[in-house]
């Protein structure tokens, strides 16, 4: 606060010769009051402290004065002159100057406090902002071509503002929409329509009176910018709390096209632009909140700008912006569609014709959102089972991290590079200490390849015991190792040095998560694998499996199995490999490897998929005894496999799991999704078993529960109707009839409930 409530009457009455009832207003940063005269009538008075550019404080007195002499002056404010004939006042009050001004009292309730925003309302507040920036068009003042951090062409400059958010999700999003606001509108800004240009038409400045707009006051953010940006910010504004964000918005575009006609590209950008306003205004929040700011003003829009930013990235970029092009009249984006005939048949011609499409209905997804994926038909799906994007499709932090590097440097590891040490060193750290020595590759097929070749190369034997239905990868070596490959269909059948071990289901196999000793009882193959071996005058080189089954059946191991395992292994010298291509980097929620589930140290571990987030990354970390003898005199050299690229994404996606607590969010996470899972299972006969740790979730179905057949061709019509309805899930198992949960692992417990139900919803309208 400037001066009091004393200071400012007096002021009023020294320079105006006005007398009343004062009452004093919030602010962002200027003092406001009310004042109340004697007969009635009512005033507006603002103090700005020196702070304030005096010339500025003139532009917004002439705007004012311009807009008088339009057609629209009466939905603005007219500054009262002093008695010495001044329209801003200079006054020092106790050592600071202070510029006064006064103005009349606009009519009307605040859209903030009018409950009801019909489409009428909405589509004049629009008319009315388009006859204002018309009436303004030949309006000009130096002082409005100033950089002002509330002008959403600068967007961009809260980024350093990001960390001040505290909650992981709320600082991610925002992150995001940063970052496709730098994508989308940065590059196009410098050819849009300028004007000068209110810049705040929000809820507590937008006057209603009858259902219809009114008026709006507060001329202190004004800018020559886009004037596009003006309808963007109404918008956001009209947006909050709403059910239907985006109607509401339509309106809003409609009464202003109708007045003043936007182009196509100004329509494309609004979506980004009513973001790029919320992240300015919730960044600024979460600053001043760390400020320990004490002004209310600060904090009055942030909740709801944070529902809004949460619910905009749920609606996909294509559909807003055919919504807004369609209501205006201009050409869509999006049309009905019978299929994708064209580019099937040009896949077909010119791609391996046994890559899989998911889904009878076929996807063309077009753009990534953390935990969203949106097609070109406008719609928006949670991801429920793209584990690859580990930390979220598009994640701002792994984005940024890999678009600086590759515009700094790539190239192969025979040049030193702190990456590829920094790296190696950051994800050793996460493992026991005797693994310390890593390998890059680009997949986790190449990875499962080496890995093979460093244990056969280590021992001297060629033998490697793998788990039926196992699958580890498409290499020659890797489908070698994959029953689930080499027994199925186009399979060439096991060769004679690979060995299956009974796959340890606790659901459908003979020992049942019931019995505490059935991790020793599947070990036992093994180890009758190991004997027979033997008998041959051969032992194991390697086993190796995954530390949770996925195409297995998103199996957990039972208790003990591994430390069984492992102890007959190593009793004979094989390598025991665990295989954490899709289980590691803390989806299991308890541990940040699967591997640590079951209190085992392994002597090699494969890691990809989620290792780069999207990004082509694996590695093989072995110890150091391994790598010794592995440095046999032939170099191991991968072209790409450790560039500076890849380690920097790397990198990236280690950071955000940590600074975003993620393995604690997937164990949250997970352990709410498993239990409302359960929950759902006595309503649906056909769940048969519910399983898994953290964000690696899978639920088995069968059409008996004794007799445990599976319940397939009911599965694919649960999974195409989810899929139908914004949920993408998938099947796996040996015998196709189980659901496969591994979302990325922002994956948050609203997405959880919206599956949950929706699950229920289709399971109920199958009649299952």
Same mark, same amino acid.
């Given at each position: 606060?400037?001066?009091?409530a004393?200071?400012?009457?007096g002021?009023l009455q020294?320079h @105006?010769?006005l007398?009343?009832q004062l009452e004093m207003?919030?602010g962002?940063?200027e003092?406001n009051?009310?004042?109340?005269?004697n007969?009635?009538?009512?005033? *507006?008075?603002k103090?700005a402290?020196a702070a304030h550019?005096p010339?500025?404080?003139?532009?917004q007195?002439s705007?004012?004065?311009? =807009?008088a002499?339009?057609?629209v002056a009466g939905?603005?404010?007219?500054s009262l002159?002093s008695a010495?004939?001044l329209?801003?006042v200079?006054e020092?009050?106790?050592?600071?100057?202070?510029?006064?001004?006064?103005?009349?009292?606009?009519?009307g309730?605040?859209l903030?406090d009018t409950?009801h925003?019909?489409p009428?309302?909405?589509?004049s *507040?629009g008319?009315g902002l388009?006859?204002m920036d018309?009436?303004l068009?030949n309006?000009r003042?130096?002082?409005?071509?100033?950089?002002y951090?509330w002008d959403i062409?600068h967007a961009l400059?809260v980024?350093?503002? &990001?960390?001040?958010?505290?909650d992981h999700e709320?600082r991610r999003?925002?992150g995001?929409f940063l970052?496709?606001f730098?994508?989308e509108?940065?590059?196009? =800004?410098g050819?849009?329509?300028?004007a000068y240009?209110?810049?705040?038409?929000?809820?507590?400045n937008?006057?209603?009176r009858?259902?219809?707009?009114?008026g709006?006051?507060?001329f202190?953010?004004?800018v020559y910018?886009p004037l596009?940006?003006?309808l963007?910010?109404?918008?956001?504004?009209?947006? =909050?709390? !709403?059910d239907?964000?985006?109607e509401?918005?339509?309106?809003?575009v409609k009464?202003?096209?109708?007045?003043l006609?936007?182009?196509?590209?100004?329509?494309?950008? =609004?979506?980004?632009?009513?973001?790029?306003?919320?992240?300015?205004?919730?960044?600024k929040?979460?600053?001043?909140?760390?400020?320990d700011?004490?002004?209310e003003?600060?904090?009055?829009?942030?909740?709801p700008?944070?529902?809004l930013?949460l619910?905009?990235i749920?609606?996909?970029?294509l559909?807003?912006?055919d919504?807004?092009r369609?209501?205006?009249?201009l050409?869509? &984006?999006?049309?009905?569609?019978?299929?994708?005939e064209e580019?099937l048949?040009r896949r077909?011609?010119?791609v391996?014709?046994n890559l899989s499409?998911?889904?009878r209905?076929k996807l063309?997804i077009v753009?990534?959102?953390l935990?969203?994926?949106?097609d070109?038909?406008?719609n928006t799906y949670v991801?429920c089972?793209?584990?690859v994007?580990?930390?979220g499709?598009?994640?701002?932090v792994v984005?940024?991290?890999?678009?600086?590097?590759i515009?700094?440097?790539?190239?192969?590891?025979?040049?030193l590079?702190?990456?590829?040490?920094d790296?190696?060193e950051m &994800?050793?750290?996460t493992?026991p200490s005797?693994l310390k020595v890593?390998?890059?590759t680009n997949?986790g097929?190449?990875?499962?390849?080496l890995a093979?070749? *460093?244990?056969?190369?280590?021992t001297r034997? !060629?033998?490697?015991?793998?788990l039926d239905?196992?699958?580890?990868?498409?290499s020659?070596?890797?489908i070698?190792?994959?029953?689930y !490959?080499?027994?199925?269909?186009?399979?060439?059948?096991?060769?004679?040095y690979?060995?299956k071990a009974m796959?340890p289901?606790g659901?459908?196999g003979?020992?049942?998560?019931?019995d505490?000793g059935?991790?020793?009882?599947y070990a036992a193959d093994?180890?009758?694998?190991i004997g027979?071996?033997?008998?041959?005058?051969?032992?194991?080189a390697?086993f190796i499996?995954?530390t949770?089954?996925?195409?297995?059946?998103?199996?957990?191991l039972?208790?003990?199995?591994?430390?069984?395992v492992?102890?007959?292994v190593?009793a004979?010298?094989g390598?025991? *490999?665990?295989?954490e291509?899709?289980?590691? @980097?803390?989806?299991?929620?308890?541990?940040?490897w699967g591997f640590e589930l079951?209190?085992?140290?392994?002597?090699?571990?494969v890691?990809?998929?989620?290792?780069?987030n999207?990004h082509p990354l694996?590695?093989?970390v072995?110890?150091?005894?391994?790598?010794d003898?592995f440095?046999?005199g032939m170099e191991?050299f991968?072209?790409?496999?450790g560039n500076?690229?890849?380690?920097?994404?790397?990198?990236?996606?280690?950071?955000?799991?940590?600074?975003?607590a993620?393995?604690?969010?997937?164990?949250d996470t997970?352990?709410? @999704?498993?239990?409302r &899972?359960r929950n759902?299972?006595?309503?649906h006969?056909?769940?048969?078993d519910?399983r898994?740790?953290?964000l690696?979730?899978?639920?088995?179905l069968?059409r008996n529960?004794?007799?445990?057949e599976?319940a397939v061709?009911?599965?694919?019509?649960?999974v195409?109707?989810?899929?139908?309805r914004?949920?993408l899930?998938?099947t796996d198992?040996?015998?196709?009839?189980?659901?496969?949960i591994?979302?990325?692992m922002v @994956?948050?417990?609203?997405n959880?409930d919206?599956f949950?139900?929706?699950?229920?919803?289709?399971m109920?309208?199958l009649g299952?």
């Amino acid at each position: 606060m400037y001066i009091n409530a004393s200071q400012f009457s007096g002021l009023l009455q020294k320079h @105006f010769s006005l007398n009343g009832q004062l009452e004093m207003l919030n602010g962002y940063d200027e003092q406001n009051a009310v004042l109340t005269t004697n007969d009635g009538k009512k005033y *507006i008075c603002k103090v700005a402290a020196a702070a304030h550019d005096p010339y500025f404080l003139e532009a917004q007195v002439s705007i004012l004065e311009h =807009l008088a002499d339009t057609e629209v002056a009466g939905f603005f404010q007219r500054s009262l002159k002093s008695a010495g004939g001044l329209n801003i006042v200079q006054e020092e009050i106790e050592g600071r100057t202070i510029y006064l001004r006064v103005m009349n009292y606009l009519e009307g309730d605040f859209l903030v406090d009018t409950t009801h925003h019909s489409p009428a309302l909405l589509h004049s *507040i629009g008319r009315g902002l388009a006859r204002m920036d018309r009436a303004l068009a030949n309006f000009r003042h130096p002082a409005m071509h100033r950089h002002y951090e509330w002008d959403i062409s600068h967007a961009l400059e809260v980024r350093p503002m &990001l960390p001040y958010i505290r909650d992981h999700e709320q600082r991610r999003v925002a992150g995001y929409f940063l970052l496709q606001f730098e994508t989308e509108v940065q590059q196009v =800004l410098g050819k849009l329509t300028k004007a000068y240009i209110h810049n705040d038409a929000n809820d507590y400045n937008v006057l209603v009176r009858d259902g219809q707009f009114a008026g709006l006051i507060d001329f202190g953010d004004m800018v020559y910018a886009p004037l596009i940006n003006n309808l963007a910010i109404a918008c956001t504004y009209a947006m =909050l709390g !709403k059910d239907d964000p985006l109607e509401a918005a339509a309106e809003v575009v409609k009464g202003y096209h109708d007045t003043l006609p936007i182009t196509e590209q100004e329509a494309d950008l =609004l979506y980004y632009l009513v973001a790029g306003r919320l992240c300015i205004s919730v960044c600024k929040s979460a600053a001043n909140r760390s400020n320990d700011s004490d002004n209310e003003h600060h904090f009055i829009t942030e909740a709801p700008a944070w529902k809004l930013l949460l619910q905009l990235i749920t609606i996909n970029p294509l559909r807003a912006q055919d919504t807004f092009r369609k209501i205006c009249g201009l050409e869509g &984006l999006i049309e009905a569609t019978e299929g994708y005939e064209e580019i099937l048949e040009r896949r077909r011609d010119h791609v391996g014709r046994n890559l899989s499409i998911s889904y009878r209905k076929k996807l063309r997804i077009v753009k990534g959102a953390l935990q969203y994926l949106y097609d070109d038909l406008g719609n928006t799906y949670v991801d429920c089972v793209n584990n690859v994007s580990h930390v979220g499709h598009c994640h701002p932090v792994v984005v940024k991290a890999m678009q600086h590097q590759i515009a700094t440097l790539n190239t192969n590891t025979r040049y030193l590079n702190d990456h590829l040490v920094d790296y190696a060193e950051m &994800l050793t750290a996460t493992l026991p200490s005797r693994l310390k020595v890593c390998y890059f590759t680009n997949s986790g097929s190449e990875a499962n390849d080496l890995a093979i070749r *460093i244990s056969r190369h280590f021992t001297r034997q !060629k033998d490697v015991i793998v788990l039926d239905h196992a699958y580890h990868g498409t290499s020659t070596a890797a489908i070698e190792m994959s029953p689930y !490959k080499f027994d199925g269909k186009g399979g060439f059948g096991r060769m004679p040095y690979i060995h299956k071990a009974m796959n340890p289901d606790g659901y459908r196999g003979p020992y049942r998560l019931s019995d505490p000793g059935a991790g020793e009882k599947y070990a036992a193959d093994v180890e009758r694998i190991i004997g027979m071996l033997q008998q041959e005058g051969k032992a194991p080189a390697a086993f190796i499996c995954e530390t949770l089954l996925g195409v297995g059946g998103q199996i957990p191991l039972p208790p003990g199995y591994l430390q069984a395992v492992y102890r007959a292994v190593r009793a004979v010298g094989g390598i025991c *490999i665990a295989d954490e291509v899709q289980v590691g @980097f803390g989806r299991v929620g308890e541990k940040f490897w699967g591997f640590e589930l079951q209190d085992v140290e392994p002597d090699i571990v494969v890691l990809g998929k989620p290792i780069g987030n999207g990004h082509p990354l694996a590695a093989v970390v072995v110890t150091e005894a391994l790598a010794d003898a592995f440095n046999n005199g032939m170099e191991y050299f991968n072209t790409y496999g450790g560039n500076p690229v890849s380690m920097a994404t790397g990198k990236a996606v280690l950071q955000v799991i940590r600074q975003e607590a993620l393995q604690q969010h997937a164990l949250d996470t997970g352990n709410y @999704f498993l239990e409302r &899972l359960r929950n759902l299972a006595p309503l649906h006969p056909l769940i048969g078993d519910v399983r898994g740790h953290g964000l690696f979730i899978g639920v088995e179905l069968v059409r008996n529960a004794e007799t445990l057949e599976p319940a397939v061709p009911e599965i694919d019509g649960i999974v195409e109707a989810m899929r139908d309805r914004g949920y993408l899930v998938s099947t796996d198992g040996p015998l196709y009839n189980v659901l496969k949960i591994k979302p990325p692992m922002v @994956f948050n417990k609203s997405n959880v409930d919206g599956f949950v139900s929706l699950l229920h919803e289709v399971m109920t309208d199958l009649g299952y």
